[in-house]
């Protein structure tokens, strides 16, 4: 009998977790092993949530959140996972440096993602393929459950447990042929549907367009530090957008004069006070030259 060859524990600082992969309706008779390769999540530049993050690498190519989430939660002791960024779905594409997913801040929603949210146009696949070798970061709620994920996998792999990839898994949308065939329906959405879409996105690029034409109205009627308006694109000015520059154009200059008289006049109480410390001085020393002189004098003096 042929021993079966040693699968290596770890390489590099991956984990390595044996899948097996069930038969596929193509593929009825034979199973297969499929290697997960996973680690603690180590960006660049850390964020908050990356003590508790996994880094998963070469993921099944038919893998979905639920997929990462059955496997934690059922079948590897039970850590919850707050959510999966996918590769395509997080920043840079590299495979062999983990990297964060993509955050965006809660004042940043009334930008460019707020113009998106509620606009897309509808999905036209029930169900994504990976690439082979895809890559995934999957955040925990906890670092406690990230630490907990890691230890099931280490007893897993130390015990040998043959886990079956989405074993138990249920209501996910069907792959092969019936993939293709809700691809075709999804391709013609209802008119309805797809005119909401338009009109939500109608709707957040005229809201967006007219928070920029406040911005560079606001640009053209206030003067920077040194007194210069910025020059944008935009329509001519009305009057009183003109006359309100204007009138903030005076008020700098005004502060401006004001601020170069105060200056002249410190330079002429300096001017002042060295020319009555010299004064002082000479002064001082016309006293001392007489002193001197009426001394010489009294010693010239003799009694008769």
């Known amino acids: 009998m042929v021993p079966k060859p040693r699968i290596p524990v770890t390489v590099n600082d991956f984990l390595v977790l044996p899948l097996l992969l069930p038969p596929t309706p193509a593929y009825h008779a034979h199973t297969a092993t499929h290697y997960l390769y996973m680690r603690p999540n180590a960006p660049k530049v850390p964020s908050d949530s990356t003590p508790r993050e996994l880094f998963l690498v070469n993921l099944p190519t038919d893998t979905t959140e639920p997929h990462l989430r059955h496997l934690f939660a059922s079948q590897l002791g039970g850590a919850r996972v707050e959510s ?78 043959e886990i079956t990839w989405g074993e138990g898994l249920r209501d996910l949308p069907d792959l092969g042929s019936a993939r293709y065939k809700s691809h075709h329906e999804l391709r013609f959405p209802d008119r309805a549907v797809l005119q909401q879409s338009v009109d939500i996105f109608m709707a957040n690029y005229s809201a967006q367009e007219e928070a920029r034409a406040k911005l560079r109205a606001k640009l053209r009627s206030e003067p920077d530090e040194d007194g210069f308006i910025t020059v944008t694109r935009g329509g001519r000015q009305g009057p009183g957008r003109a006359e309100e520059a204007k009138a903030k154009e005076e008020e700098f200059k005004k502060r401006e004069k004001s601020r170069i008289k105060e200056d002249f006049y410190r330079f002429q109480t300096r001017e002042k006070r060295k020319e009555e410390q010299m004064g002082l001085v000479h002064q001082f020393e016309e006293d001392r030259r007489r002193v001197e002189e009426m001394r010489k004098r009294r010693g010239k003096m003799r009694p008769e």
């Open 84 to 161: 999966v960024a996918f590769e395509g779905a997080r920043v840079g594409k590299s495979i062999s440096a983990p990297v964060a997913p993509v955050q965006q801040g809660k004042k940043r929603k009334r930008g460019a993602e707020a113009f998106q949210e509620g606009g897309d146009l509808p999905e036209t696949w029930s169900r994504n393929v990976l690439r082979s070798g895809s890559s995934a970061v999957v955040t925990f709620v906890d670092q406690d459950s990230a630490k907990l994920a890691l230890k099931e996998v280490k007893r897993a792999i130390k015990s040998r447990a």
